[in-house]
T-cell receptor, first 113, second 111 residues
Framework: DGGITQSPKYLFRKEGQNVTLSCEQNLNHDAMYWYRQDPGQGLRLIYY???????QKGDIAEGYSVSREKKESFPLTVTSAQKNPTAFYLC????????????FGPGTRLTVL | EDQVTQSPEALRLQEGESSSLNCSYT??????LFWYRQDPGKGPEFLFT???AGEEKEKERLKATLTKKESFLHITAPKPEDSATYLCAVQAGRNFNKFYFGSGTKLNVKP
């Protein structure tokens, strides 16, 4: 089955710790994205990548970092510099950078204790 | 400023009671408008893509339409299983990777 997987589904972190969220896709899509979703708000773009070894900051990149070493993988690290990291994190991908539909993974809910 | 606004924030319907959800947008150079369904604790599920004013798409009880300023998601004779949050997103301008999302309409269909 083709699709986007995110792991883990739930993640708990203590304040001051870095944590990495996984996103893998087997759709052969070029572009991948990370969004953050908070209750009552629209999705906000954290980072995106159009090709391997290249990525761009979105609207709320502070306190986050990413890498794109493989086409199918786009992990997101939430660092201790992120002041309010508790949220639902969504990974998405599109076939290319043109007018293409974004497809989403199941999400990871991160809770900072 | 590019913006996407969805209304109402929440909508309660009786089973079989048809209604419409609105997505209005102010963006430069619309490239595509997308509708998604999102169930609690899950990722958005793609429903429709609309590219130009006048375009319509249908899927079961759902029909999406597009004008130059807004899109409607019409729900005909809804069932309880249609209960979800419906998200609208717009892709615009020269930056292909910029998708603007509305905050969603939470639909509750009661039997």
């Amino acid at each position: 089955d083709g699709g986007i997987t995110q792991s883990p589904k739930y993640l708990f972190r203590k304040e001051g710790q870095n944590v990495t969220l996984s996103c893998e896709q087997n759709l052969n899509h070029d572009a991948m994205y990370w969004y953050r979703q908070d209750p009552g708000q629209g999705l906000r773009l954290i980072y995106y990548s159009q090709i391997v070894n290249d990525f761009q900051k979105g609207d709320i990149a502070e306190g986050y970092s990413v890498s794109r070493e493989k086409k199918e993988s786009f992990p997101l690290t939430v660092t201790s510099a992120q002041k309010n990291p508790t949220a639902f994190y969504l990974c998405a991908s599109t076939p290319s950078g043109g007018t293409d539909t974004q497809y989403f993974g199941p999400g990871t809910r991160l809770t900072v204790l | 400023e590019d913006q996407v606004t969805q209304s109402p924030e929440a909508l309660r319907l009786q089973e079989g009671e048809s209604s419409s959800l609105n997505c209005s947008y102010t963006v430069s150079g619309l490239r595509g408008l997308f509708w998604y369904r999102q169930d609690p604790g899950k990722g958005p599920e793609f429903l429709f893509t609309l590219y130009s004013a006048g375009e319509e798409k249908e899927k079961e009880r759902l029909k999406a339409t597009l004008t130059k300023k807004e899109s409607f998601l019409h729900i005909t004779a809804p069932k309880p299983e249609d209960s979800a949050t419906y998200l609208c997103a717009v892709q615009a301008g020269r930056n292909f990777n910029k998708f603007y999302f509305g905050s969603g309409t939470k639909l509750n269909v009661k039997p």
